[in-house]
């Protein structure tokens, strides 16, 4: 059956740095997209970045641009996303899903064209 799994989520002070990782499996991996969405409490889910299927084309909002980086390895299906410069303010339940996109450098973070969602992994910055 289709799988994402997170992991890498913490506890981690203000200024630090985490790695989250994105497991698939069940589906044909580079056939899709991969973005990353987070919910903080008492807000809406919302898009973080998102690669391409091919990895050549990547996204970012505004408020992450400079400080997280999304990657992927087709070969291990997998997705990472290295987020630095950790501010109060990015902590949420970090989720990844999958679209399957229509041509290879295709990028979305909107949540109506995902077809696939991890369980998410908690990413708490405090002191």
């Known amino acids: 059956q289709v799988q994402l799994v997170e992991s890498g989520g913490g506890l981690v002070q203000p200024g630090g740095s985490l790695r989250l990782s994105c497991a698939a499996s069940?589906?044909?991996?580079?056939?899709?997209?991969i973005g990353w969405f987070r919910q903080a409490p008492g807000k809406e889910r919302g898009g973080v970045s998102c690669i391409s299927r091919n990895g050549g084309s990547t996204y970012y909002v505004d408020h992450v641009k400079g400080r997280f980086t999304i990657s992927r390895d087709n070969a291990r299906n997998t997705v990472s996303l290295q987020m630095n410069s950790l501010k109060a303010e990015d902590t949420a339940v970090y989720y990844c899903?999958?679209?399957?996109?229509?041509?290879?450098?295709?990028?979305?973070?909107?949540?109506?064209?995902?077809?696939?969602w991890g369980q998410g992994t908690q990413v708490t910055v405090s002191s």
């Open positions: 069940g589906f044909t991996f580079d056939y899709f997209a």
């Open positions: 899903a999958a679209l399957k996109a229509p041509y290879s450098d295709y990028v979305s973070l909107f949540t109506e064209e995902y077809d696939y």
